[in-house]
């Protein structure tokens, strides 16, 4: 996810105060994970700096003044480009979870364990992500949906791998 695009999206949708790009992005694109203030204002003044948004208003508020953002042309110009550009597919060829088996396998270990405890973490991951699913909303089931779709890929990878066990402990141990 990229926090700055994300925050100049909303952005583009209507000018903001930090706290409310932040709201809209931890209800949005969170996924039970919350962007951090720091983080927002950070990224905030990166852009600023950048000439991709600016400050049209500073009010007092309670506590630090309350400063509300505007995107500029060259920030809703990234914007417009960032949402045309297709998402480079990433086929995830060296993942930690390759790699921990691949090294069992070479330290003659048993691989095989490792992967029926991968199984088990993916399997109440699902369970979780399912009950997100069953309670949430419109955008946290589409949300819990996209990780069940990748959990269940690695799924079938670790069955495939552990059917494969013998041939690739025999390629890797040479």
Known sequence: MSVPLTLLGLLERQPSHGY?????????????????????????????????VVMDEVTPGEGPERKRYVITDRGATEVDTWLTEPVAPEPHLQTVLFAKVVLALMLDRPADAYLDTQRRSHLARMRELTEVKRGGGLVEGLLADHGLFHLEADLRWIETTAARLDALRAQVQR
């Open 20 to 52: 409310d790009l932040k709201r809209d992005y931890d209800l949005y694109f969170g996924g039970g994970r919350s962007l951090p203030f720091g983080q927002v204002y950070s990224t905030l003044a990166r852009l600023a700096r950048d000439g991709k």
